[in-house]
């Protein structure tokens, strides 16, 4: 009997909790019960009800923490008219509590109220002046409705003023400076607050300022510094290795690996090894944490390069065979699987798998890594002409052709096969600006047709003009052709173009030099020998030239 009456008092109340709204509106029932409600509903994460609720027991309620979190929950739910008629009361009863004024301020910015914004941040000054805080919250507030050289100005003159060993000012202060792109006070201002207090915050940010304006050793300074911590160790490792510095960011890849077993920084460690080309330690990785290996594809791809780079090439391709075939890097596992077939000389297995998975991109890499520089260059064009049968796209096709007939001239020292396939490709892209230069300068450079070459480099810089390679072709062809002041002007228009560029600035400078030799001009001929030198100090030509004045 005990049981069934309490469960009826319980039905009761509940019952009579629901009805309440109906009888006791302007009782203190009713508000018990939506205050009690809205609370409940906020603690579950219901804020919307929470918002409804807390909203009607409003007009009831004077008390600070209660107009502040009405406030917090009617701007959660966009509800800013409301939140604005709270705060504004907020502010009547309490006229010192900064807090509502800023919340206010906040409303006013979300809403786009700029003239109301204004009058308020006025009214907060005058009320609040004197008062470090105040100024920078005024400098916030700025700096949130974007204002920044408002917020500049603020901050300036608080710093100036009585503020200068404020390092939250001038935390704030390189803060806008950063939004208002002004390098130097970024800098300033940053090394100011961490030298001011050396909190983690203030590290943190003055290292991350570091890094945007490539200071990265600076920053990683500024990391060591900060107590040791796995994610600390993975940005310094970053660093290293955006500054080239392989052995250190594999240092600190391993430090975070060892601290937090996180599969993504052994990845990272994996990879560094790799362009290291520290195999063995692929491998031994990879024997260590197997457990790793198993549920990261991208792990499974650098193991097997490891054991691949050690002739291990069935181990190799069985964890390739394991990677899914979605990932986004599916392609650098197919050249590897065509790295090992190739390797094991099942060159069959190689085709085959060009044919189904290579685009163009995969057939040059192969072509190029795993053929030409290995000797193999009859195989290698053998496989760029299969391309050429999958290429669609015009653009591909030239390039192939321009690479087949590359290879002929470099490397097999063909010329007929090489002039033979440019006028392939000229057949299949008769304005391919490329194509034509390369057999124009062919023709002028080995004597062939000259003026046959010149029309084509003329032909060329009509598609791409002021292309300096070309006008280094055109230059040097009249040169062939004895017309030397024509050659002068072509050359030294190509010199402009390759300013930034010693190698081919070498190769015109001595064409240049033979031209002068040839007009008699000695003075000349001397400055261009002495500027090729500058490039070279063991170049023959300018040398030999320089010896015999």
Avoid at 109 to 137: C, H, Q, V, W, Y
Avoid at 222 to 243: R, T
Avoid at 275 to 281: A, H, I, S, T, V
Wanted: proline content about 2%; aromatic content about 14%; overall charge positive.
């Amino acid at each position: 009997m005990l049981k069934r009456l309490n469960r009826f008092i319980a039905v009761v109340i509940v019952v009579s909790l629901f009805c309440l709204p109906s009888y006791a509106k302007d009782s203190d029932v009713f508000v018990v019960y939506h205050y009690t409600k809205g609370y409940i509903e906020l603690y579950k994460g219901d804020f919307k009800s929470a918002a409804n609720d807390l909203w009607l027991v409003f007009p009831y309620i004077v008390d600070k923490s209660f107009y502040s979190q009405i406030s917090d929950v009617l701007v959660y739910n966009g509800q800013y008219e409301k939140a604005e008629e709270v705060l504004k009361r907020a502010v009547r009863v309490y006229p010192k509590e900064k807090g509502f004024y800023y919340k206010l301020l906040d409303i006013y910015t979300i809403e786009g109220k700029n003239k109301k914004a204004l009058k308020l941040m006025s009214k907060i000054k005058d009320s609040f002046k004197r008062t470090p805080d105040t100024i920078k919250e005024l400098a916030i507030m700025y700096m949130k409705s974007s204002k920044y050289k408002k917020a500049y100005a603020v901050l300036e003159r608080y710093i100036n003023s009585t503020g200068k060993k404020d390092a939250s000012a001038h935390f704030l202060l390189a803060n806008v400076c950063l939004k208002l792109k002004d390098k130097q006070c970024v800098l300033k201002e940053s090394e100011t607050a961490y030298r001011l207090n050396k909190n983690s915050r203030y590290a943190i940010f003055l290292a991350t300022v570091y890094e945007q304006f490539d200071m990265l050793d600076k920053a990683i300074d500024i990391y060591k510094k900060l107590p040791e911590s796995a994610v600390v160790d993975y940005v310094i490792a970053n660093d290293y290795y955006l500054l080239g510095d392989l052995k250190n960011a594999k240092l600190f890849y391993f430090k975070a690996f060892k601290l937090s077993k996180r599969v993504d920084y052994l990845e990272k460690l994996a990879f560094v090894d790799l362009k290291l080309e520290d195999y063995d330690d692929v491998v031994n990785l990879c024997k260590k944490h197997k457990e790793f290996v198993d549920v990261s594809d991208r792990l499974k791809l650098f193991c097997a390069v490891g054991f691949s780079r050690q002739s291990k090439y069935k181990t190799a391709l069985k964890l390739l065979n394991k990677i899914n075939p979605k990932v986004p890097f599916y392609n650098d596992v197919i050249f590897n699987e065509i790295y090992c077939y190739s390797k094991m000389k099942d060159f069959k297995k190689v085709r085959d798998l060009l044919k189904k998975y290579g685009d163009v991109e995969m057939y040059f890499s192969v072509a190029n890594q795993l053929y030409i520089e290995d000797g193999k260059i009859k195989d290698g064009i053998e496989l760029l002409y299969d391309a050429l049968k999958k290429a669609k796209d015009l653009k591909d096709k030239s390039n192939l052709y321009l690479y087949i007939a590359d290879v002929y001239y470099n490397k097999l020292k063909d010329r007929d096969k090489t002039i033979e396939t440019l006028k392939e490709l000229l057949k299949v892209n008769p304005n391919f600006a490329e194509g034509l230069n390369y057999l124009g300068y062919l023709y002028i450079d080995e004597n062939i047709h000259v003026k046959e070459g010149i029309k084509l480099v003329e032909k060329a810089l009509k598609i791409d003009k002021d292309n300096p390679y070309y006008l280094d072709s055109l230059g040097w062809g009249y040169y062939r052709l004895g017309d030397y002041k024509k050659a002068e002007v072509y050359l030294n228009k190509a010199l402009e173009g390759f300013k930034d560029k010693p190698t081919e600035k070498k190769v015109t400078l001595k064409h240049l030099l033979d031209v002068y030799i040839k007009m008699g001009n000695k003075d000349k001929a001397k400055e261009i020998a002495k500027e090729i030198l500058k490039i070279d100090k063991k170049d023959k030509k300018a040398n030999d030239f320089l010896k015999s004045q």
